[in-house]
């Protein structure tokens, strides 16, 4: 059956043979166009197109679904990559590295005609331990930022310290020539910086920035699976705009706390578990440590240093599916540093018993070291 999906290439106007970073460029420059946040006209369309972009983007990015896809066509990739139920901010957050880390909703403040300028975006960094990853928390966030003045309730005067702007008479808005004077541009008034007003007698609280510092306590959800270094942005939790403008958004980094036993390795957990020689000559019954209590393993006998099991599942999980990473188990041998009279006396009784054949490893050495000497005489 046809799909009515447009080309990945088209979505993201990129050539065929476009590399990495044009492919990196181009999807920047059409989300930060198409997120909807800043798309003036249809936010709808937007998003669509946005999500088109971000689903493009996942494919054209791998390496490996690429391939697929320019041999396959849509049918090649389908299935692992759907956008169309996602929030725009959690997909901003995914492609973190390619915001910059911006988080994509950040604008600077007072951006060409707007007659109030918003307010400054604001970061600040989430702990996570690697048991919250696994499960998805909610944290608990206290920070100081720029509120809106009680006081003055944002106008930055005292009651009747304010006078309309004699430049733009109260509009906020001029009219200034733009480029070689072919049109006309609706700029933010210089003269009161768009308030339409200017401040005569200032608010005492505030002294005319129309703002306070405050404490703020906000809850985040943070979903599972979450990775270092990336981002939940909370909307309109930034410092207030100046005179009334929208706020800024709230930036949560994420960073996670180092744990004394498993190493992460995108949604695996890696866990290095010694173990004696005999356990590993004989096999044994070993309880291995999970994110949620203990596993029970079945180390064969004949386990050799290094080997590496997997209890599967047992890992994190994925951000964006429901699947779950592994945790691989890998086992140290351990050889002890003291022996007793005893053991010492049993160890040369196997000793003397010990079969090159059950070394399979040892012997092809011992091989090796033979030819190489041949070699060397002839
Ligand atoms: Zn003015
Ligand atoms: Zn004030």
Redesign the pocket.
Known sequence: MATAKRDYYEVLSVSKTADGEEIKRSYRRLAMKYHPDRADGDKAEAEIRFKDCAEAYEILSDPVKRKRYDQYGHGGVSGQHDFSHMDIGDIFSMFNDIFGGAGGGGRGRGGGGATSARGYDLETQVELTLAEVATGTEKTIEFERQDRCETCKGSGAKPGGDVV?V??G???R?AQQGFGGMFRMVTA?P??R???K?IKDPCGTCHGSGRQLRKRVVTVKIPAGVHEGQAVRITGEGEAGEAGGPSGDLHCYISIRAHSIFSRHNNDLVCQVPVSFTQAALGAKLEVPTLKGTEQLDLPAGTQHGEVFKLKGKGLPDLRSTRNGDELVQILIEVPKKLTERQKQLLRDYAATEDGNAMPQRKSFLDKLKDMFKGDSV
Do not use: D, L
Request: glycine letters at 28%.
């Open positions: 702007c430049q733009c109260g509009q906020g001029v008034c003269n009161c768009g308030r339409g200017v």
